[in-house]
């Protein structure tokens, strides 16, 4: 498990093409990608089970609490996002409620994430 930050302040400020913003870049892939948006309500729970293929699930409002088979459960919360690679048992909870995007792909690459914070 890797936590991450995507707040404006991890991102990179984009010029290119007379533009003028910030960008958090996430993740990219070269195969089937499936993206998609997780709603939790308090104390709900997406349970204990092995990753399929790689994951990546982004925090865009609320908090909760997350653990893999390999480390103990840890507060994440808005602006913070979480990997699991493939095979590796996880679990999210929230006890206030939590809104999160997940993207899940075979090749997902997250080496360039801007915002890596150990645990």
């Known amino acids: 498990m890797k936590v991450y930050t ?4 991890s991102g990179k400020h984009i010029t290119a093409f007379n533009s003028s913003f910030v960008m958090t870049r996430i993740a990219r ?3 089937a990608t499936h993206v998609g948006m997780v709603f939790l309500e308090p104390g709900e729970t997406i349970g ?6 790689p994951q990546l699930l982004l925090v865009i409002e ?5 653990r ?3 480390h103990q459960k840890r507060l994440i919360k808005k602006g913070e996002a979480v990997s699991w690679t493939k095979g590796e048992g996880h679990e999210t909870t929230t ?3 939590l809104t999160a995007l997940v993207i899940e792909a075979e090749d997902l690459l ?9 645990i």
Do not use: P, Q, R
């Open 6 to 9: 995507f707040e404006k302040e």
């Open 29 to 31: 892939t070269e195969s």
């Open 48 to 53: 204990f089970h092995k990753a399929v293929v």
């Open 62 to 66: 609320g908090e909760g609490w997350v």
């Open 68 to 70: 893999s088979d390999m």
């Open 95 to 97: 006890e206030s409620g």
């Open 110 to 118: 997250l080496n360039n994430f801007h915002g890596f914070m150990k």
